[in-house]
């Protein structure tokens, strides 16, 4: 696949500068924005750039300020799988491709020390990304009259056909587990906030008497690993500024710099000691 054009955030995740992807984020750059152009141009935002180069700094970095990214979806892009998400696509790279005309498969990537798309894996399995298999929307044509038909998207088939035992081993380990006070620091992010939210209702309810209860026999039922928290989008601003002193200061640092906010070091220390 080209490099792609535009926009910058884009070009830089393609060709893996981490600090200028920071640069950008930091200075709102849309992680979601894509080039204009039509044919054969590298069109794909952001987090595909990263996925499809193996770039874990970079995904990284994108998945610490848009945590939602995990949940974007490929659409009328070239070289896109219609509906699929980041891990899927990245599944797919790994799986063989003997059944997709050459021109449309992803180029071979040469041996590089950034390229580590096993990493990528583990980060977007960190975010929370589902491991639901996904139908594809639509049928795709390829040149030569010829049309394929992706009509089920599903990563633990690609695992198997990457025949990595580890890869495997990864989503399995992802796919059973479940919540409790043991699990949840393997949790993502996300589910990890609710689940901490849950139980800090308890301890409102019940002074704490049920909390053990609570954590062990309900909040499995209420928390698995795709749960993402929904109502931190509607807190104030102040709001969120005030979480920074609490156990929730990660996420709501994370939430903040989603926002747009530039948090200095000096900033987070006066948060932490009361004095902000």
């Not at 080209?2 to 600090?19: G, H, Q, T």
């Not at 409102?204 to 698995?224: M, R, T, Y």
């Not at 005030?242 to 747009?260: C, K, N, S, T």
Request: glycine share 6%.
């Amino acid at each position: 696949m080209p490099p792609p054009l535009e926009p910058p955030l884009s070009v830089a995740c393609y060709y893996n500068r981490v600090d200028e992807v920071k640069q950008l984020l930091a200075a709102g750059a849309d992680p979601r924005a894509v080039a204009g152009g039509t044919g054969l141009t590298n069109r794909n935002p952001a987090i595909f750039q990263c996925v499809g180069r193996g770039h874990a700094e970079c995904l990284k970095a994108l998945l610490a300020v848009h945590i939602d990214l995990v949940d974007s979806v490929e659409t009328d892009v070239p070289f896109a799988m219609p509906g699929a998400t980041p891990l899927m696509c990245l599944l797919k790279i790994l799986a063989p491709r003997e059944r997709i005309p050459r021109i449309w498969t992803h180029p071979s990537l040469p041996a590089r020390p950034e390229y580590d798309p096993f990493e990528c894996v583990r980060l977007l399995l960190e975010a929370g990304a589902s491991l639901e298999a996904i139908v594809s929307p639509n049928r795709v044509s390829y040149d030569g009259g010829r049309t394929y038909q992706n009509d089920v998207y599903d990563p633990f088939e690609y695992a198997r056909q990457s025949r990595n035992v580890d890869l495997m081993r990864m989503l399995e380990d992802a796919r059973r587990l479940r919540y409790s006070p043991k699990t949840h620091l393997r949790f993502p992010r996300p589910a990890r906030y609710v689940a901490a939210e849950l139980l800090r209702l308890c301890y409102q309810i019940e002074s704490g008497v049920l909390a053990d209860v609570w954590a062990e026999h309900v909040i499995p039922f209420l928390v698995c690993r795709t749960t993402k928290v929904a109502f931190i989008d509607a807190l104030s601003d102040k709001k969120v500024v005030a979480m920074l002193g609490g156990d929730h200061a990660e996420h709501a640092r994370r939430e903040l710099q989603r926002r747009g906010w530039i948090l200095s070091k000096k900033y987070l220390q006066e948060v932490a000691a009361g004095r902000g």
